[in-house]
């Protein structure tokens, strides 16, 4: 009797074994299944940007990360590995680190679609260099620095994922035509408040919001071509008489920047000191910043 309790007893557990492996088993399987689709961007305005379109459904990698520097960017063993599990790779455009990568990105993932995000823009030239010896024929990269670019660039994602995803197209569409929406809105709100200033200057360390300042006829006087770069003393001279001459009011700089040039120059003209950055994931809120501040309405949204 005791036996036959046993050879019970093992096979019961026996049982439970194999049902509770067969329970793990189909519950990876399940988990593997809800794994979003990858898809890969190279700074942070274009993630949030794509979000936007995508909502929850994709999983927007970046592969220039909060407080990177897109000048000295090489690809980790990481960012390799998700562009080889990236269903696309939404490239800004004219960035320079993005045609450095391209053979490595290829390499990773031959099969890899590959969009450029910022097609249709009329770009901008001259403003960055960068030791070309035909600087003048080089875009400026900085195309998201304006909602009405930000549009295009929206337009260009919505392709992007309806090609590689068009299972979900209802769905990207009509977040895309919300987003839209919200960035024709902005357009008209900065448009109304920069209208006053139209022909005005403003200063800024690094040439990056050239798309912004064509947008609501502004001039930019940027300081230096290369990221915290520091100034001769020269080229610091010639960029306070013309901010002096353009009556320039304010001042753009990133927390990184020479702060000691920054005090330097605006001791001289009495500019009004704004910190901005242009690759933060919060695009909405650092446009908004700028126009802002050039309209007088610091803290304001």
Known sequence: ????????????????????????????????GH???????????????????????????????????????????THLMNLEKSLAYLRMGNIGFEDAILDKVRESNPGLAIFNTSEGIRLITGTHHHGAEKGNDIPDPHTWTSFKNARVIAANMLDAMVNVDPKHEKDYRKNFDRFAARLDSLDHLADSL????RGEAFLVWHPSLSYFARDYGMEQIALGETENKEISVNALRSTIDEARSHNARVFFFQKDFDSRQVSAINDEIGATEVDINPLDYDWENSMMTVVNAIAGKNGQH
């Open 194 to 197: 920069m209208t006053p200033h």
């Open 35 to 77: 794994e979003r689709p990858i898809v890969t961007v190279s700074i942070e305005p274009q993630k949030y940007i794509l979000e936007q379109i995508t909502g929850d459904r994709i999983d927007v990698r970046c592969l220039l990360g909060n407080g990177g520097n897109p000048e000295n960017y090489d690809p980790t063993v």
């Open 1 to 32: 009797m005791h036996i036959r309790y046993t050879k019970y007893f093992v096979l019961l557990l026996s049982v439970m074994a194999m049902t509770l492996t067969g329970f793990a088993v189909m519950t990876a399987c399940s988990s593997r």
